[in-house]
């Protein structure tokens, strides 16, 4: 069998099974990160979602938020900044396509995007939709941490965003402070006053943990899957080129004896 093996069309055979056996290995190992990701978010939410708020402190945003920080509920009082809201576009709430409305915050220490909720699309997707404005005055929000998104790279037309990424808001709102965070809006006081266009709050975070941890134990069952057939493949030639060297033939079949036969006899 080693003298078979050592042929070149089963060493080419044997490189590909162990390349498919990498592959497997690697994409198993990129599920698994995927599956790690999503329990520590589906932890954090968890654990911070309905956390009692705490004051939100420049202390808590001068460094990127841990993964185990996501959602972290916070407080903070303060004013809407006066000027056009920006409009995250390709925003999907109860099967329905439409904008989440980001608007400058300011506190006395922080001046940090709030997303005060979303809105379905206007007629067409370049058409920016009418949304109700914030509160005036002071206002006292209560609402979760989050880290910035990141940046599609896309053009679109003044005020839309193609996602949350702190730095390309910063570019149409220059007064941001330098953090990379935002803050997804539970509730304020005083309430918002219902208009002609009002925002929907968002929705808690889903906190299903995919298929991703599946995913991985299924590439790695394929792993050896190359091998395996490249070693029952090699066994059945070797059989098939040795089978005459190996003697007399197989003995013939008995001849089935049919009813007329024996009618005959």
Known sequence: ????????????????AVLFAVACFYLGLWQWHRHVEQRTKVEAIARNYDAAPVPLSPRLVDAPLAAEQQWTRVTLTGTYAVGPDLLVRNRTLDQTVGFEVLSPFQTDDLTLLVDRGWVPNADDAETVPAVDPPPQGQVRLTGWLRTGEVSLGRDLP????ASTNVDDARAQVPGLSEVDAYVVLGAQQ????????????LPRPEEDLGPHQAYAYQWWLFLPGGLIFVIIAMRRELQALTAPANGAAAPARAKKVRIWDEEDV
Do not use: I, N, Y
């Not at 005083?190 to 709050?201: D, F, K, Q």
């Open 1 to 16: 069998m080693l003298r078979l093996w050592l042929t070149r069309r089963w060493l080419l055979g044997t490189l590909v």
């Open 190 to 201: 005083p309430p918002v006053t219902a208009g002609a266009h009002p925002l929907r709050t």
């Open 158 to 161: 003044r005020p839309q965003l």
